[in-house]
C-alpha cells in the first residue's frame, strides 16, 4: 500500500517568513494529493490540493509543488501570519478507484510574533 | 455547506466494554471513512465504505468493525475496548470520484480505562 513520509514534524518560523513542508510518496500510481489544515481542537480543512498532471497550484499565499519523478510534493506558505499556526497534514491517494487517503504524521507549524 | 455530525465529542468507557462511534452526513455522499489520529502518528485509516453495505479495511482494522445500514450513517464499533484503543477517532465522507478532498466531522475523543 501507499506510505506518506512527511517533514519536519516541527516548524517554528517568524511571522512574515516563509514555511514550507515536504511530504514523499511510494506508490507511483497515486494521483491525488491534498494539504489539511487542522487548528487546535477543530477538524482538519482541506486547504489546497494538486492532481498528478500538474507541477504547481497556487491560492493566495499557500502553494503546492508536485515533483512526479522523485514522488515527492510540498506545501510552501509565504507572509506567514499568526493565524497560519496549525498542524498540517499532507496525503495521497492512490488510482485504484477508491477514495482512499493515506495521511503523513503532520507538521506542527508555529509562526512566531 | 456540508456537514458531517459525530454523536460524541468527548466518551469515556471501561475496558472491554462494545463502544458505538457514530457518524451522519447529510449530502448523499457514496464514501464514508474512520480515521483514527495519534499524535506523531497522522491519521490512520481504520475502516472505509463506499456504498451501503460495502465495506472494506483500512490499514489498521484490528479491533474494530463498521455497519452501513443507510447511506448517511457510517458507525464504528469496538468489540470489546482497551486502553490501547484510547484515542480520537475522525469521520470523513466524500462523492465517489469527486474532486474534492474529504470533508472530516469534529472528532470523538474517547479514553478507554
Known amino acids: 500500500g501507499e506510505n506518506v513520509e512527511q517533514h519536519p514534524s516541527t516548524l517554528s518560523v517568524q511571522e512574515g517568513d516563509s514555511a514550507v513542508i515536504k511530504c514523499t510518496y511510494s506508490d507511483s500510481a497515486s494521483n491525488y494529493f491534498p494539504w489539511y489544515k487542522q487548528e487546535l481542537g477543530k477538524r482538519p480543512q482541506l486547504i489546497i490540493d494538486?492532481?498528478?498532471?500538474?507541477g504547481e497550484k497556487k491560492d493566495q499565499r499557500i502553494a503546492v509543488t508536485l515533483n512526479k519523478t522523485a514522488k515527492h510534493f510540498s506545501l510552501h506558505i509565504t507572509e506567514t501570519q499568526p493565524e497560519d499556526s496549525a498542524v498540517y497534514f499532507c496525503?495521497?491517494?492512490?488510482?485504484?478507484?477508491?477514495?482512499?487517503?493515506?495521511f503523513g504524521t503532520g507538521t506542527r507549524l508555529t509562526i512566531i510574533p | 455547506d456540508v456537514k458531517v455530525t459525530q454523536s460524541s465529542r468527548y466518551l469515556v468507557k471501561r475496558t472491554g466494554e462494545k463502544v458505538f462511534l457514530e457518524c451522519v452526513q447529510d449530502m448523499d455522499h457514496e464514501n464514508m471513512f474512520w480515521y483514527r489520529q495519534d499524535p506523531g502518528l497522522g491519521l490512520r485509516l481504520i475502516y472505509f465504505s463506499y456504498d451501503v453495505k460495502m465495506k472494506e479495511k483500512g490499514d489498521i482494522p484490528e479491533g474494530y468493525s463498521v455497519s452501513r445500514e443507510k447511506k448517511e450513517r457510517f458507525s464504528l464499533i469496538l468489540e470489546s475496548a482497551s486502553t490501547n484503543q484510547t484515542s480520537m477517532y475522525l469521520c470523513?465522507?466524500?462523492?465517489?470520484?469527486?474532486?474534492?478532498?474529504?470533508?472530516f466531522g469534529s472528532g470523538t475523543r474517547l479514553t478507554v480505562v
Open positions: 496525503a495521497a491517494r492512490d488510482n485504484f478507484g477508491n477514495e482512499k487517503l493515506t
Open positions: 470523513a465522507s466524500n462523492y465517489l470520484d469527486s474532486i474534492y478532498g474529504y470533508t
Open positions: 494538486i492532481r498528478s498532471n500538474v
